[in-house]
T-cell receptor
Framework: QKEVEQDPGPLSVPEGAIVSLNCTYS??????FMWYRQYSRKGPELLMY????GNKEDGRFTAQVDKSSKYISLFIRDSQPSDSATYLC????????????FGQGTRLTINP | DTGVSQNPRHKITKRGQNVTFRCDPI?????LYWYRQTLGQGPEFLTY????????KSRLLSDRFSAERPKGSFSTLEIQRTEQGDSAMYLC????????????FGSGTQLSVL
């Protein structure tokens, strides 16, 4: 069993929809949670970073962490075609970016 | 462009050959990371450097793999006696400071072993 599980999709939604992306994990030592966006043939780009449980909002993006359920989510409001990409969750047990454990990635398409 | 630069972008090689990839991090970043990503999977940690010191290596990094970062600037990743299972995207990333959570990734080197 993988430490981090993420539904690979693909997920296809119409423009303007609210998108929900999720990851579950098994390692209770994880305390730092990130969401990366990866466009085709590009490296991942950090979108959101949260520590421990709670919510964090940045523009159209909201990240939620529920450590009791070992479950994290990323919500995208008012989705745009430019949001079409693969979204990767990543986690770490220690502060700093070293040795991140990534999920498989969810491929998202926003249809105009 | 002052981002992380990786060369070459693509490499095709025959099984058994040696290959070397180069990564130039963002100039002021003291940490440099190598990850490997196969199709449909997330990146997997391989190794990282703080300045010129290699601080951790994943068990994924077999004896055929070696990484260096002389003088704490650019880094090279060499794979000896390549195998078809080595085919993947090799991603380099850098960050500033020990506690920085923000990794800046390059666009990767896509390796195909025939």
């Amino acid at each position: 069993q993988k430490e981090v599980e993420q539904d690979p999709g693909p997920l296809s939604v119409p423009e303007g929809a609210i998108v929900s992306l999720n990851c579950t994990y098994s390692n209770s030592a994880f305390q730092y949670f990130m969401w990366y966006r990866q466009y085709s043939r590009k490296g991942p780009e950090l979108l959101m970073y949260t520590y421990s449980s709670g919510n964090k909002e940045d523009g159209r993006f909201t990240a939620q962490v529920d450590k009791s359920s070992k479950y994290i989510s990323l919500f995208i409001r008012d989705s745009q075609p430019s949001d079409s990409a693969t979204y990767l969750c990543a986690m770490s047990a220690i502060q700093g970016a070293q040795k991140l454990v990534f999920g498989q990635g969810t491929r998202l398409t926003i249809n105009p | 462009d002052t981002g992380v630069s990786q060369n070459p972008r693509h490499k095709i090689t025959k099984r058994g050959q040696n290959v070397t990839f180069r990564c130039d991090p963002i100039s002021e970043h003291n940490r440099l990371y190598w990850y490997r990503q196969t199709l449909g999977q997330g990146p997997e940690f391989l190794t990282y450097f703080q300045n010129e010191a290699q601080l951790e290596k994943s068990r994924l990094l077999s004896d055929r793999f070696s990484a260096e970062r002389p003088k704490g600037s650019f880094s090279t990743l060499e794979i000896q006696r390549t195998e078809q299972g080595d085919s993947a995207m090799y991603l380099c990333a850098s960050s500033l400071g020990e506690d920085s959570e923000k990794l800046f990734f390059g666009s990767g080197t896509q390796l195909s072993v025939l």
